[in-house]
Each structure stands twice: as C-alpha cells, then as structure tokens.
C-alpha cells in the first residue's frame, strides 16, 4: 500500500516557510541609525553629521565640534554625555562591583577638550560634574550608527572645518600595548590614543556631502592637544567607524 501524506501536511509546512523568511530577513536587516538632536534652538546653520561603524565599533566615546580656516574653535557640536558631565555609569570599583560617579578621563577626547580650551578648577580641560558641558550639545552615546543634527550657535564664516574625535577604551595592539606605559593610569584607560578625523568645507560653494578623513590622533594620555599625524601604529581604532560624512546647509 502507497503511503499517502495528507495535504494538510503540505499547507502547513508552506505556511511555517513563508512565515520564516520574513523573520530571517528582518534578523539580517541592518539596524536604522540612531537619530541624534543637538543645539536645536541654534540660530545658524544645520550641521548634519552622519557616523557609519565599523567592524571594530564598541561604545567608543566621541565628540564633534566646528573650527575656522585657522584651526581656531568656534563651538561643540556634539560629545558623549559620559565625557560632558564628568559623570560615568561605570566608574567606581572600589567595592568589588562598578558603581556610578565622577570620573575625569583626560585621554579619552584630548583634541576636543584642549581646543574647546575650558580649564577646570583641577587643572585639566575636562568637563567635570561642577563645570559641564551644557545639555544642548550632549547625547549619551548611541550603541551603534547615529545621524547627528546640529546647529550652529550663530552664522559661521565662509571657510570652517568639521571635526570628529573618537576613542575606545582597551582596543590594544601591538604597538599601544597594556605594559607600554605601566605607570601610566590615563594610558591604561584608552589604549589606541583617540582618532581625529577632518574635512575643511567652504560655505560659498557648498558641495552635497563632505567625507571626513582621518588626519592623525591624540595624545596617549591626554597631556595635551596636538594632533600627531603619524597613523602607522594605529590598526583596529581605524576600524571603528566605516564612514563620517556631514552635510552643511546654508543658513535661511
């Protein structure tokens, strides 16, 4: 005697397929980039910075500010709310388990913070708790591409640059080993110094979209705000971003 397999089988088992594909695709889907607001009451022009990760990306800290042709700071147009208030999630061990609190990490954007050039009571150019960063241009951090739009405080001049630091804590390498500054607690905390990358942008002939390219990176601890354009000893921190592009609107 044939066997004979009830159709039913055959409608189920389609329905249970065309069902899975759907699920399959929307788990391979990348995720949609977070959208991140700063400034919006700012009366000059609409900055829209657009950060792509890469393959190395894993909650790195960043901030992106504006510059004239001269490298002079004009103003922030975004940094990681844990770097602006001084203030961490994870920042207190000292009972065994991480606790919030105040934190200083001076290696973590030094470019930024020495050219923003706000000296704290302590000495140092980080934001602290005391003396923050004001809300307007902070956004915690998001966990992975993000679109940042910006205003500027007011008109900017005709030639400005665009420029984005960016480090992570303990992506170490062959070179920025953990032992090759073992006294060095400012170190320890960043590992592969921080990565500035740039784009100079002239407003009276504005192009659709400008690409941020990498131009050096910070101090390894932070002592200063020098930009070092020697990259051969960078390898995964060149990694953590795909792609920085921003687009720049004329003021209406």
Known sequence: MKNIINPVFYLMAAIVLVLALP?????????EPEIIKTN???????????????????HPLMAAWVEDEKGNYIQTLYV????????FKYADKSEGKWKPGKLIRPAALPVWAHSRGVVSDEGHYMPTMENPVPDAYTSATPKA????DARSDV?????????????????WNEFWTNSKFPDDDEYKSSSQPSLIYAVEINLSDLKDEYQLKPIGHGHYNGSDGTIDPDLKTI????????????VVKEKK
């Open 155 to 171: 008109a900017l001049p005709e030639k400005i640059k665009v420029l984005f630091e960016i480090n992570q804590s303990w992506d």
């Open 145 to 148: 591409g993000f679109v940042l």
């Open 80 to 87: 990681s709310e844990s770097i602006g208030k001084g203030y």
């Open 40 to 58: 919006t009451l700012g009366q000059g022009n609409e900055i829209i910075l657009t950060v792509k990760p890469g393959e190395a990306h894993n």
């Open 23 to 31: 699920a399959k695709a929307q788990k391979n889907k990348p995720a």
């Open 235 to 246: 390898t995964t921190a060149l990694e953590i971003v795909k792609e920085v592009t921003v």
